[in-house]
Every structure is written in C-alpha cells, then in structure tokens.
C-alpha cells in the first residue's frame, strides 16, 4: 500500500508539473503620461505577484539619445530622471497591493548596445519579475540598443513565462513587432497622408518588440497629437501590417493573445482596419503636384473605438465585441446632391496660405462666376475683430479678385442680423476665422442667393456653418489644457458644442482636419448625428459639389466618416465606443462617392511608388549578426519562444515525460491493485 500511495503522489507531482507550464505574459500599451495610467498597470501587476511579492523591472532606454554611446553626463541624468519614475511606479504598486503583497521596483541601466551586453545588466532580468515598465522617449533609440542583443532575447523568455509588459509613450509604441517610428523627414500631421510620410520598422534589423502585437501597429499620444493621419499612412504600406492601434496619451490598454481589452485612464484606444474590406489592396497613389510624392486614396477603412468598460477588439478575427461587420454593405452619399437651379458650391478647408490666382480651386471658382459684369461679395464671419476680419479679406480680394467689382460685408462676432446682399452678384466668397463667434442667422440671405444660383465658394470656419450642423468651436489652443479639452475631451460626450448649420447641404464638415488636429470635433459630429456624413476638410483642399455630384480640388485629401452602418456606445468615463464605422481617403480629382465594402472584394494592388526619400539604417559596425538576431519576418514578425532558465518544461520532450510517468503509475497501481 505504501508502495502504490508513493507512486499516486510522484505521478501527481508530475502532472502538477506539467501544469506549470507558462503563458505567455500581458501586454499594457499606454499612449503617454504616468499619473493617470499608474494604477491600471499597478492593478495588473499586482495580479501577476509570485510568492506575494510584485518585482517590477523598469527600462529607461527610451531616454536616450544614441543606442551606440551617450556621455556619462548624459546617462547621470537619464538615471536621475528615471530614478523619479522608478519611485513613483513603486509608490503606486504599494497602493494597489493589499497583505501579505509587497512591491518592489528597480531600475535597469540600459541605454544602450553595450548595456544591453553587459552581463550585470542581464542579471537584473530574473525570473521572479511580475512585470517590465518600458518608460516614454524615443522607440527608435531603444529598440536599436537592443536588436539582436541578449538583452531582447532574454526579455522574450520572460514575456513567454508570463511577464507583464507595459509601456507608456514610446514604450508603449515599442510593443507591437512592426513598430511605428515616426515621420520621415519633411513630413508632419499636415501632409500626413502623403506616399512614404510614415516610417514603419518591420524588417529583422529594425522592429519593435518581436513578442509585442503582430497583427497590428501601434501609435501612441493618439488623438493628443493629430496622428490618425500617420497611422493610416503605415497600415496601408503594402508590407506592412493593415491594423492599426491608437492609444491617446493618459490612456491605457490590456493586449493578449491579440485581443484589446480592459482600457483604463481617461481617453479612447482607436482601432483601423484596412484588411477586412481591403482598403489596403485598393489603395491608389494619386499625383496632385508635380515633383512631390502621390497622395494615398482608398475606400472602406473600418473604424473603432474603444473607452473604459466592458468592450474588447480581437485583432485577429477583427471584431469589436459590440458588433460584428457586415460581410457586405452598399452605401449611397445623397447628401452630395444640390437641389435644382442652386449655384455651385466649394467648402474649402483653409486658402489663406495659397491665394494666388493660380490656385486650382479659385480658378474652378471663378468658372462659375465668370459674367462681364461680375460682382462678388466677400463676407466676413467669426472673426474677434473688424480690424482682424479687415486684414485677411484685403488678401483674398488682392489675390482672387483684383479686376472683380466687390462688396465687402463684415459680420460682427455673434451678430445674428441678417446680411444685406447687393442685387446681381454673381458669386459669393465666404471666410471664417472661428466658428463658436459665427451666427448663422446672420447668413440666411446666403441660402436664398445661392438657391437662385449663385455659386458660394465657404473657406475655413466659415465652410462647416453651411452644413446641417457644426462643432461651435475655435482653433485648437497652444495652451496644453485647453487643447486637451479640444483634442482628447472632445471624444468625451457632451464637450463637444454642436450647433445647428444653415443646411445647404444636409452633411457636417469639419476644415482643417490633419493640420490642426480636429479629429474629435470631427467625430463628435459623426457621433451625434451618426445618419448624417461627416467630412474633414484639410489645407488648400475643397470639396465641390454641382448639380451632377462632388469631386476634390487642390492638393491634399479629403475625408469622410460614415458611422450610419456603426454601433454605438458610451463607456464608462462617458467616452465615444464604436463598432465598425467606416473612412473613406479620397484624392484630388477624385469623384467623392462610396465604393462597396465587401470582404470577397479582390484588388490587384496598384504598383507602389518608387521614393528617393533616405531612410535610417543600423550603423554597420553594430549590425547584429543572423545568429543573435530574433526571429522576426518583415510582414507579421514571429517571436522566438526560447523558455528561460529554470522555468517550468514547455518543450515536447517536458510533455511526453509528465505523461510517460503518469502511466506508469497508473499501470504500477493497477498492478499491485490485481496483487
């Protein structure tokens, strides 16, 4: 008896074994800031304790400014600075852990190739971690340190064992395997969607972390710094991965087995999906300048957002867990229609840099103006001032209307009367500064002008005052509080103002879209009015629309959300959740019209464009070499999942033993069982 009890507790011990075998650990992308995203790690770190204690590894590597060497002076203060974060993570720890938990955070010195060598450096990567925190700075910085290095292989085995790793600002962008780097040279949010303006590491000398997400690319300080444009750019790189993740700054998310879930913080996770109905395959490269690279345009990009509560986005199958996409979906844009025997009409998103007589958009205007006794109006509206408005009138009525008989009329800020209109114009030149100091009952004359035929060419605020509804708001502030409240609030409900337009289209639009980051005044109206298009307009671009339908004038894109198909939702922080809304890219000359979503639409991709643009490379003395390097392909990088030291056995031969003991004990007890 004795015996057989023995056996029964090795093959028990053996399956307990078995078990243990790792999972591989979470990751917790963070789009910037400490503060507000501290106890939302905290709480999964904790979870992650082993024998009640949390150890908690912080990597500032982000902080400097070469992989190859930095002065002493340097590295002191990256130390210094690293050191206060290093506190205040542990700080938080402390406040999320309840008895018997303890917290525990250290601070790994690497910097660079060499720290990431050195083997006092590797000895700080234990076994008994709960999580990494990979602070803010610079990705490309940190991730050249560490290619290649023991220091990227041995951060693989802890992730395989079931390490947490998190990020916030840049080290949140290290964790996807195709890495967002940032813009190429010459590129900014203005001329975002312009061929080659994104710089997307996914090639075995540069990535991000091979474990990190592989079916998508991360961007952080999302809606905080306009950089929908820049993510739209990389997922439609045709060797690239066609998903992409905005995190926005104070925000966190849970990432595993790719599946988003668990957002904490304050703002929205964003999620653009250019695979499901192949915007990436139909991609086109449009010429809009000589000598410049093409604009891209393409169709059916799905759009979801996700804010704090119950709501996840699995990134493999691409389902929001609010709603699933339709296999197939038509759409019409009838808004972009005029009624019979009204004028032409462009919405134009900001001229005022590019008034010359040559510019294509003013030339289309005055296509339709063109009389022998012409008469325009250029009428003023939201400006702080009449000395304000004075000026920049004088500089349209120089550069588009020198031998045009004009009437000028100024609209006092939030002066409701009507405007008076002189008898025969023959075109109507509307300009705008700020659209909370427009009244749009002043401008009523208009509508009636215009649906006698009068064409209206609307620029800037005054552009979206002429839609079925309006954000009732000014440019984005320099001051950093009040640009939040613009930028990332205003995907909170309520803080956007929405004000009814003039309606003479029944659409709402948005101007300076990319250059002035209005992303969330754009879907605060697509959100509230989600039966209605919503159209951004960008710098010297305008969308014009005829009798016979709307195209795109000038030299930038144009883009239009359309949640009518979309689910909606509220999170717990009152933010914006949307399943399946969908974007549409279009380019100058293009017809402004849907094409079909359909997940059975083939493509024949368009050839992709041939840029002169440099691009960064690893210095060749510090290569590493197809030895050291991780196993990383250049579409989907593949992590290595080499188990670490002393784990638990995760290889086949572990698996064929456990179960080799297991029957042997069994058939021993059945034998002495029959004895």
Request: charged letters at 15%.
């Amino acid at each position: 008896m004795k015996f057989r009890a023995l056996l029964l507790l090795l093959a028990s011990l053996c399956l307990a074994a078995f078990l243990r075998v790792p999972t591989p650990g979470l990751l917790i992308p963070m789009g910037g800031g400490y503060s507000d995203v501290y106890a939302g790690f905290s709480a999964a770190a904790v979870a992650n304790a082993k024998n009640n204690q949390v150890n908690l590894l912080v990597l500032p590597g982000p902080y400097a400014s070469d992989a190859i060497s930095i002065t002493d002076a340097e590295r002191a203060t990256n130390l210094k600075d690293a050191e206060e974060r290093r506190y205040q993570i542990e700080e938080a720890c402390k406040r999320a852990a309840t008895p018997p938990l303890t917290c525990r955070a250290i601070l790994a010195p690497l910097f660079t190739r060499a720290d990431a060598e050195n083997p006092a450096t590797l000895s700080l990567l234990t076994d008994d971690l709960a999580a990494v925190f990979i602070l803010g700075g610079d990705q490309t910085v940190a991730m050249l340190a560490l290619a290649g290095t023991p220091a990227e292989t041995r951060l693989m085995e802890l992730y395989q064992n079931g390490v947490i790793f998190a990020g916030t600002s840049a080290g949140g962008g290290m964790q996807s395997a195709a890495m967002m780097a940032g813009y190429n040279p010459n590129y900014a949010a203005d001329n975002a969607l312009t061929f080659g303006a994104a710089d997307v590491w996914h090639s075995p000398e540069k990535h991000g972390l091979p474990f990190g997400l592989q079916t998508a690319i991360l961007d952080q300080h999302f809606h905080q710094r306009g950089r929908l444009g820049r993510l739209l750019n990389a997922i439609l790189q045709p060797d690239a991965p066609h998903v992409g993740v905005g995190v926005d700054a104070y925000t966190g998310v849970l990432a595993q087995n790719e599946t988003l879930r668990g957002v904490f913080g304050l703002y929205t996770v964003t999620i653009l999906d250019a695979e499901t109905y192949h915007a990436a395959d139909g991609v086109q490269y449009v010429q809009a300048e000589a000598g410049r690279p093409p604009l891209l345009s393409t169709r059916n990009i799905l759009v979801s957002l996700l804010s704090p509560g119950d709501f996840s986005y699995d990134l493999i199958a691409r389902a929001a867990s609010l709603a699933l996409p339709a296999p197939s979906l038509e759409r019409r844009f009838e808004a972009l229609r005029l009624p019979e025997g009204a004028g032409a009409l462009l919405l134009a998103g900001d001229l005022f840099t590019s008034l010359t007589s040559s510019n294509p958009i003013l030339t289309a205007f005055s296509g339709y103006t063109k009389d022998k006794n012409e008469h325009w109006a250029i009428i003023a509206i939201g400006y702080p001032s009449e000395a304000s408005a004075r000026r920049v009138i004088e500089t349209y009525q120089t550069n588009i209307a020198p031998e045009k008989t004009v009437t000028v009329l100024i609209v006092p800020a939030n002066d409701g009367a009507p405007v008076t209109l002189p008898a025969g114009l023959t075109g109507i030149v509307l300009i705008g500064k700020d659209q909370s100091k427009a009244n749009i009952a002043a401008l009523e004359p208009i509508r009636q002008a215009w649906l006698a035929g009068t064409p209206i060419l609307a620029d800037n605020a005054a552009a979206p005052l002429l839609g079925a509804f309006y954000s009732a708001h000014g440019p984005t502030s320099k001051d950093a509080e009040e640009a939040e409240l613009a930028t990332q609030k205003s995907f909170w409900q309520g803080k956007t103002d929405i004000r009814p337009g003039l309606a003479l289209v029944n659409l709402t639009l948005e101007p300076q879209l990319l250059a002035d980051n209005r992303f969330g005044r754009w879907f605060s109206l697509a959100y509230n009015h989600p039966d209605l298009l919503a159209i951004g307009l960008n710098r010297d671009t305008a969308l014009e629309i005829t009798a016979s339908g709307a195209r795109v004038l000038g030299v930038n894109d144009i883009l239009t959300l359309d949640f009518r198909s979309a689910a909606l939702a509220l999170g717990t922080n009152n933010g914006f959740v949307v399943a399946n809304g969908l974007l549409d890219v279009f380019a100058p000359g293009e017809q402004v019209a849907p094409a079909t979503a359909d997940v059975n639409t083939a493509f024949t991709p368009a050839p992709t464009p041939m840029l002169s643009a440099p691009t960064a490379t690893l210095p060749a003395t510090i290569l590493p070499t197809a030895s050291a390097l991780p196993s990383v392909s250049t579409v989907f990088p593949t992590p290595v999942t080499t188990p670490a030291a002393e784990s638990a056995p995760s290889t086949p031969w572990g698996l064929i033993f456990g179960l080799g003991l297991i029957l042997a004990a069994g058939l021993a007890a059945k034998f002495f069982k029959q004895q």
